[in-house]
């Protein structure tokens, strides 16, 4: 003898079918939601501007070039979460010889939405001066510099989900010295 009647069994078998059944209706909307919407993006990093401040040559007594940049970067962010981001460095290498670094501070990215970020680089040719290729380069007028930086932070989607994040960001910098300026193209990347 059990314990229910047949028709308090009918029940709960219906009962267990319907909510297995939204259970795994509410799997697929989850699932298609993260691949959809949620599914994280790499940010779209653009050079708004990219300044030759200043550059100073010095060929005597011991031949020396200081070159001052200032970049305005625009990161958009094209996930639904806000991006926080600690204290990082922006690091300039001339053919893979470092050239420069440069502090970006902490800073938030909100969702979806468009941040600048500011920043001034001093390029000192005591690191990268004795490259096989920089006197051809500096009389041809053009000197390619690449620049990396990594913000490591977290990501919050919607006030209550909170993941480990990296953004990873190269830029190849063109500085053109016979016209004092110089132009950038920027690529990004973000990591989980």
Not at 165 to 180: E, G, L, Y
């Amino acid at each position: 003898m059990g314990c229910c009647n047949p028709r308090t069994k009918k029940a709960l078998k219906i009962g267990c079918g319907i909510t297995a059944i939204l259970l795994i209706i509410l799997l697929i909307v989850a699932i298609t939601l993260y691949f959809t919407i949620l599914k994280p993006k790499s940010p779209q990093v653009t050079t708004q501007s990219v300044t030759l401040e200043t550059v100073r040559l010095e060929p005597f007594p011991a031949f020396h070039l200081n070159i001052t940049i200032g970049l305005i970067l625009t990161i958009h962010n094209r996930n639904y979460g806000s991006f926080k981001y600690d204290n990082s460095r922006a690091y300039v290498t001339y053919r893979g010889d470092p050239a420069a670094e440069a502090l970006i501070e902490a800073d938030t990215i909100p969702a979806r939405a468009d941040h600048d970020l500011n920043t001034t680089v001093l390029i000192d040719s005591d690191g990268f001066s004795k490259n096989p290729n920089f006197l051809g380069d500096l009389f041809s007028g053009c000197l390619n510099f690449t620049s990396s930086t990594a913000l490591h932070g977290k990501v919050t989607v919607w006030k209550v989900l909170k993941l480990k994040a990296r953004t990873v960001s190269t830029c190849d910098i063109s500085v053109f010295t016979n016209f004092q300026n110089a132009t950038s193209v920027c690529k990004s990347k973000i990591k989980f």
